[in-house]
């Protein structure tokens, strides 16, 4: 089975700070996607790469980098977080269509 | 501008009878269209994939139907049942798009009752 997992289930933290999520996938999987989910918005993609140390911006990547040093894990860095970030955050992996998702991060930013 | 829409309001069926739901987009050219599940929580998990060359695609209890001319996509669960009950998610991928990037609708949550 494929595993996408991410850092923390839930995350707290205070506006300005640097925050840093995590993805690893165990699939040997090229392309790895960062999403944000908000109600009535739903999925919104944030950067995607497909392949070690290539990123893509997505739709919303304003406020927000990557980093892909190793082809299993995918990092989102929001340099300096701001209430607004607050949100779900989802990561997913593929080799082709199918995406498989992580359980998700809910950030909380106060 | 580009748009990907589908039911916003919540969908409440009795069980056993068949769910349909919508999906609609504008200013797109798809080369393909995913029907994704999600449950309170969780991250979404893939359920089917219809080509713009297909016209309907069926796995087990579900349907889907792919209408490139009225730009829309019907998702049914036949003989629904309570633990059908979740958030469905449609999603496209344009064609050319590298990488496999997908843009989804926002989701229509279906409620199964018994």
């Known amino acids: 089975d494929v595993k996408v997992t991410q850092s923390s289930r839930y995350l707290v933290k205070r506006t300005g700070e640097k925050v840093f999520l995590e993805c690893v996938q165990d699939?040997?999987?090229?392309?790895m996607f960062w999403y944000r989910q908000d109600p009535g918005l739903g999925l919104r993609l944030i950067y995607f790469?497909?392949?070690?140390?290539?990123?893509e911006k997505g739709d919303i990547p304003e406020g927000y980098s990557v980093s892909r040093e190793k082809k299993e894990r995918f990092s989102l860095i929001l340099e300096s977080a701001s209430t607004n970030q607050t949100s779900m955050y989802l990561c997913a992996s593929s080799s082709g269509t199918e995406k498989f998702f992580g359980p998700g991060t809910r950030l909380t930013v106060l | 501008s580009q748009k990907i829409e589908q039911n916003s309001e919540a969908l409440n069926i009795q069980e056993g009878k068949t769910a349909t739901l919508t999906c609609n987009y504008t200013n797109y050219s798809p080369a393909y269209l995913q029907w994704y599940r999600q449950d309170p929580g969780r991250g979404p998990v893939f359920l089917l994939l219809?080509?713009?060359?297909?016209k309907e695609k069926r796995k087990e209890r579900l349907k889907v139907t792919f209408d490139t001319t009225l730009k829309q996509s019907l998702f049914h669960i036949t003989a629904s049942q309570p633990a059908d009950s979740a958030t469905y998610l449609c999603a496209l991928s344009s064609r050319g798009n590298q990488g496999g990037k997908l843009i989804f609708g926002q989701g229509t949550e279906l409620s199964v009752k018994p």
């Open positions: 219809i080509r713009e060359n297909e």
């Open positions: 699939m040997d999987h090229e392309n």
């Open positions: 790469s497909y392949d070690v140390k290539m990123k």
